[in-house]
């Protein structure tokens, strides 16, 4: 055998893939950027070894809801800064770009980087630039065509459409505009991502003109007219939504990802299908930080990482249709994207409106792309408390 037969083997981390049902301590090898071998006593032929012993070695995150228009937009973090030094290969971002701006954000975003970025376009024209002013507040700005045009110009970033159905970015137009959207989707062959939270709408009358395939955005939100009914149950039309096709995204977000909502719907079994950060500008240095950290608060409102993993992998990856370009599994001959992550100690964490858990917090300790390694950033939180 060559004694350098890999450029790499990620060595004794225990191996998860929610694809393949892997779960095993073994060696993971990485040649040409390729997972060449997975299996016992592969270090001895490899140039580079990554000790991964008690680590968990996982498919390439991929985070189904972002938002990462920096320098453009107010909302938006930097790409490689709060998600590929994080742990995370793959993203998409969630409405931050309209038609208008999303040739800058091709340029600025989706090119620079190693990461795989995809996007569900804003309705508007304008994107989401700036919170203060809700972009559908002239609704002028939602131009089917241009939205349309970009879309078919752009297959392989443009996944989807946004809209947020808040009051304060559409007034009190929402039952027009949000019947807009779903008839562009239509139009299209497009899922449409729909951010619910202090909506004039109750979720029983937004989910009834949803599609199989659209997406309800922070499904654990605090604000009025979420998924619980009075006696703190999942409401019986959100089962319903999701027997004919409509998905949950958590999105925790800035102001959405309430413990007090979560707790009670993940103790009934109710889990979201995407596990998302929402990650932007306003919340990557705190209460969100990244995805690892929102997989950690989920370990703490007690779902196992069985649970958990195929949510941060093989369904967002599919979900985007990045499943067919190799991301979200682990599979031998497919390309190696992989994120080891490390149990680091419990840290208390907090939600949107500042309610705490403790957590066993994750801690990504390597990310490879294409099998190349790549820096990392530490957590900016606080040290861990124990």
């Not at 742990?87 to 340029?107: E, I, L, N």
């Not at 970025?117 to 241009?146: A, C, H, K, M, Q």
């Not at 949950?248 to 103790?267: C, E, L, Q």
Request: proline fraction near 5%; hydrophobic fraction near 45%; charged fraction near 20%.
């Amino acid at each position: 055998m060559s004694e350098n037969l890999y450029d790499t083997v990620v060595r004794g981390g225990t191996v998860l893939d929610h694809a393949s049902g892997l779960n095993q301590v073994a060696d993971l090898a990485i040649k040409d950027g390729k997972v060449a071998a997975i299996g016992d006593d592969l270090a001895r032929s490899a140039a580079n070894v990554v000790d991964a012993t008690g680590a968990t070695v996982l498919p390439g995150l991929v985070e189904g809801h972002t938002h990462i228009f920096e320098k453009v937009s107010k909302v938006g973090a930097p790409q490689d800064e709060a998600h590929l030094r994080r742990g995370v290969v793959a993203a998409a971002d969630a409405g931050t770009a309209g038609a208008s701006t999303f040739p800058a954000f091709r340029t600025l975003v989706v090119e620079p980087t190693v990461m795989r970025i995809v996007n569900f376009l804003n309705v508007s024209v304008l994107g989401l630039i700036d919170f203060r002013y809700g972009e559908l507040l002239n609704p002028d700005t939602f131009n089917v065509d241009d939205a349309l045009a970009t879309a078919a110009e752009n297959p392989d970033v443009v996944r989807g459409f946004k809209i947020r159905l808040s009051e304060d970015v559409l007034g009190d137009k929402i039952v027009p505009l949000l019947e807009k959207a779903i008839n562009l989707g239509e139009q299209a062959g497009l899922p449409v991502m729909v951010h619910i939270g202090e909506t004039a709408l109750t979720l029983p009358e937004i989910l009834d003109r949803l599609r199989p395939g659209d997406i309800i955005a922070h499904c654990y939100t605090g604000k009025e007219n979420g998924i619980l009914d009075e006696n703190g149950a999942v409401l019986r039309e959100v089962y319903k939504a999701r027997e004919r096709g409509v998905m949950y995204d958590s999105a925790h977000g800035k102001s959405n990802m309430s413990f007090k909502v979560a707790k009670p719907a993940i103790a009934e079994g109710f889990l979201p299908d995407i596990l998302s950060s929402d990650t932007s500008g306003r919340n990557w240095r705190g209460p969100v930080f990244d995805l690892v950290t929102s997989m950690s608060k989920f370990l703490a409102l007690g779902v196992p990482m069985s649970e958990i993993l195929p949510r941060v992998t093989t369904v967002p990856a599919k979900y985007l249709g990045l499943d067919v370009e190799g991301y979200g599994s682990l599979t031998v001959g497919g390309p190696a994207h992989v994120t080891v992550l490390k149990e680091v100690g419990a840290t208390v964490l907090p939600d949107a409106a500042g309610n705490t858990i403790e957590a066993p917090r994750l801690e990504p300790t390597a990310v490879f792309v294409n099998g190349v390694s790549h820096e990392l950033t530490e957590w900016r939180g606080n040290a861990p408390s124990a």
